[in-house]
């Protein structure tokens, strides 16, 4: 109940939404010593994966890792204020930059001095908040790393939020992207449906011109009994056009200059 009220009174705000989601999976993860959380949201397949308790399909985020050894997401700056670090992050492949070793994710100085690990692939778990985000969270048993993962049709984004200074040694990162979304392909990599408006739009004036003109002349063929050049429906209208355009044309470049039939008086 407690969790519940908190939680509506915060919603408001992105940045406290933020908060309670850490502050929450941070709490649980106390609880559990750090290991496998199962949401009845979202139960965990493997360190990159988790299917949906709904049936709504699996999510897998392994389209976006690396696989060399090195981090997808590198080098990205807090948003959050004092966090004065930079981050990697590279989902289910761990990665090794300096003293990060073989790990999920990296804290590191920006002045080129220490970096710290912020958890490993093994102690990924899946939890989830109360409005449905997936959160995807690492341990490290000193430092916690907390994703947040929301599904998008737009190309994937990836922020790093900061350190959580309420919680401590608590770190927030979101992933926006379709592969966040159950039930994603490999091709969810390269965001969205592939299709702009502009092909939508292309899409379908060429499917109803086609059923305009198929049907049109199935009708005029069976119904009308129409033959040769009369088949095409409305034909009238397509004759028509040519003289209909030019007759638009002339009035939209030379609106004054039109002659008046009326006589003076």
Do not use: H
Not at 19 to 24: G, M, N, V
Request: net charge negative; charged share 15%.
């Amino acid at each position: 109940m407690f969790v519940s009220t908190y939680y509506t009174a915060m919603v408001r705000s992105e940045y406290f939404k933020f908060r309670f989601r850490t502050i929450l999976l941070a709490t649980v993860l106390f609880v559990t010593t750090f290991r496998e959380v199962n949401s009845v949201d979202c139960n965990a397949i493997n360190s990159c994966s988790c299917s949906m308790a709904d049936g709504s399909g699996v999510i897998d985020l392994s389209p976006l890792a690396s696989t060399d050894g090195t981090p997808r997401y590198k080098g990205y700056k807090a948003t959050q204020p004092p966090d004065q670090y930079v981050y990697d992050w590279n989902p289910c492949q761990p990665f090794t930059d300096g003293d990060c070793v073989s790990v999920a994710g990296c804290q590191s100085d920006p002045d080129g001095g220490d970096n710290y690990g912020l958890g490993t692939q093994d102690s990924a778990s899946f939890g989830s908040a109360d409005d449905g985000t997936v959160l995807l969270a690492y341990s490290s048993g000193v430092r916690t790393l907390l994703v947040t993962l929301t599904c998008t049709t737009t190309p994937t984004t990836f922020t790093v939020i900061g350190e959580d200074q309420t919680v401590g040694s608590t770190y927030g990162f979101e992933l926006r992207s379709p592969c966040a979304c159950p039930g994603a392909t490999a091709s969810c990599v390269s965001g969205g449906s592939g299709l702009s408006g502009g092909t939508v739009f292309i899409i379908i004036f060429i499917v109803t011109v086609s059923v305009y003109l198929i049907a049109g002349m199935l009708y005029q063929s069976f119904v009308k009994n129409a033959t040769g050049i009369e088949r095409i429906p409305n034909i009238g209208f397509w004759r028509d056009l040519p003289a209909l355009v030019k007759d638009g044309g002339k009035l939209l470049i030379s609106p004054c200059s039109k002659s008046s039939s009326y006589s003076n008086i």
